[in-house]
């Protein structure tokens, strides 16, 4: 049976043993997190599972496997499907607590719902933990093409000028805060001005998004032609990742309406900052913009 021994093969597979028991490491940490953040006086005793060690493996397994034959996408996706037993044994306890409160009616469909969520939950972490790994193989990337930026490389060693990709980072900077001048102080509290500010905010974090690509593209291309100055695009970005978690965790103390909301606009302002830095060194040592 072909496809059995395919499958076989590759869940025994040995490159992927790293990844296997960093997934299996993240379990007990997983637990032991998502346990301590509940309410003691609730009726559930799991709860949300934090992402965190799940984003943490993911950053690890992606760095470990950048420069590996196995890619680390796939590395990640191994990882992600062995750490989420620990988020599915976080919601069967909460499973074995509801069960007890509810009709055999209403328990079975909820035993059913559970089934589903079993399925959907794994592919969730794993995807999840494969996209943290992608991250994780990028930083590893970065810094190695900053540190062998003196090996000759004639043939991607590309002008200064061929580079565009500072222009959605000069967009950023200047749209931001007009945008936030528009909704928080312009823009009247109902009416059609709402829907407006909304849809600004969206196009933020979307120019947001670009601006973190752009970061990564123009670094790229400075490394390559051997510019006298060659940034790391990681430093530019994990400044405001870290406002993100910051503003979120002080939000999250102060029993904010939605820390998520806060914690982004956090996010805004830093990266607006990070650009900021980034076009004034890029315009000082490279002369662009």
């Not at 379990?27 to 997190?33: A, E, G, K, S």
């Not at 930083?139 to 991607?156: H, K, N, Y």
């Amino acid at each position: 049976m072909p496809p059995l021994r395919s499958l076989l093969e590759r869940l025994t597979d040995d490159r992927l043993r790293a990844a296997t028991l960093v997934g299996l490491a993240s379990i007990p940490v997983t637990l032991v997190l998502a346990l301590d953040a509940v309410p003691r006086d609730g009726v559930a005793i799991g709860g949300i599972s934090p992402a965190t060690p799940l984003l943490a493996a993911g950053l690890f397994v992606g760095y470990h496997y950048h420069d590996r034959p196995i890619a680390s996408r796939r590395a990640g996706v191994r990882t992600g499907l062995v750490g989420s037993v620990g988020v599915l044994a976080v919601s069967l306890a909460d499973l074995v607590t509801t069960l007890g409160f509810e009709s055999p009616a209403m328990a079975a469909v909820t035993v059913v719902l559970f089934l589903v969520e079993i399925v959907l939950g794994a592919a969730f972490v794993a995807l999840l933990t494969m996209v943290s790994a992608i991250g994780g193989a990028w930083i590893a990337g970065d810094l190695a093409r900053v540190r062998d930026s003196a090996t000759p490389r004639v043939e991607r060693e590309r002008p200064v000028d061929d580079s565009r990709w500072w222009l959605p980072i000069v967009v950023y900077v200047l749209a931001t805060p007009l945008v936030l001048l528009f909704v928080f102080w312009i823009v009247p509290d109902g009416g059609p001005g709402v829907i407006v500010a909304v849809l600004l905010l969206f196009c933020l974090v979307f120019a947001a998004v670009a601006t973190v690509m752009a970061f990564v593209k123009d670094a790229e291309t400075l490394v390559d032609a051997r510019a006298a100055w060659q940034p790391l695009s990681v430093v530019y970005v994990a400044g405001p990742v870290g406002v993100y978690a910051l503003v979120y965790l002080v939000a999250s103390l102060r029993q904010s309406i939605h820390p998520p909301g806060d914690a982004m606009y956090g996010f805004v302002v830093a990266l607006w900052g990070s650009s900021l830095v980034y076009l004034v060194n890029r315009h000082r040592y490279v002369g662009t913009p």
